[in-house]
């Protein structure tokens, strides 16, 4: 019995931790804040009262993706990425999705990941809105070099991915250009819960895959 509780409580630290890591990881580098301070919620108020006058891209990272339709993962991100329009609307909002074809991905016929999110979106889910195509793109550091043109002209940036990953894209996008991640804001690719067995090794995953990014204290968030 003592060892069964003591693995119930262990799981449940793990699940706590995995919760709270991929949280704080969906927040950093965003200017959405997160402070209780007077001026951060006059601050919230102002950008609510501006949303409509503004215009805002929804960036989705691709993931690897051989078959000849978007894959588990992607249709999340494409699922997440639509979220992220709904709940906190633009005057104008372009969906962009970004990735090119995953190597040795034959049976997808060359198709570019960029490619076949949008066609989850807008065949299956039937979104109407504007999209975007950057299907050049192998890794995520070409992710943010191939948007780049296409976030110019807006007010707002999301960045859609699993927080671990979208975060490293933020990064890269503050390395680019300092000028454009002055623009980012939080997308709606973390909900309390969702994921919830899965966190745990998301967490471990992200670690391993932000730590040659230590070195900027930024990576560790808020």
Same mark, same amino acid.
């Given at each position: ?30 200017? /959405? +804040? %997160?402070?209780? !301070?007077?001026?951060? &919620? =006059? *601050? ?58 995953? /190597? +040795? %991905?034959?049976? !997808?016929?060359?198709? &570019? =990941? *960029? ?108």
């Amino acid at each position: 019995m003592r060892r069964r509780t003591r693995l119930v409580i262990a799981g449940g630290v793990a699940l706590a931790w995995g919760e709270w890591l991929n949280w704080r990881w969906s927040r950093a580098l965003t200017g /959405s +804040g %997160g402070g209780d !301070s007077e001026a951060d &919620a =006059e *601050a919230e108020a102002e950008t609510e009262a501006q949303s409509e006058a503004e215009t805002e891209a929804v960036v989705v990272l691709g993931f690897q993706n051989p078959q000849a339709t978007a894959n588990f993962i992607n249709r999340w991100r494409v699922r997440a990425g639509i979220r992220s329009i709904a709940a906190d609307p633009a005057r104008d909002t372009r969906l962009i999705f970004s990735g090119g074809a995953t /190597s +040795g %991905g034959a049976t !997808s016929g060359g198709a &570019a =990941e *960029a490619r076949l999110m949008a066609d989850y979106a807008q065949g299956v889910l039937a979104f109407d809105g504007a999209v975007l195509l950057e299907d050049k793109s192998a890794t995520t550091w070409e992710n943010i070099t191939n948007v780049i043109p296409l976030l110019e002209d807006v007010d707002r940036i999301k960045i859609v991915s699993q927080p671990a990953h979208a975060l490293k894209a933020r990064l890269y996008l503050r390395r680019q250009r300092p000028d454009l991640a002055e623009r980012l804001v939080c997308a709606d690719d973390y909900r309390p819960g969702e994921w919830l067995v899965a966190k745990p090794l998301l967490a471990l995953y992200g670690l391993w895959k932000l730590r040659g990014l230590q070195g900027d204290r930024t990576v560790e968030g808020h």
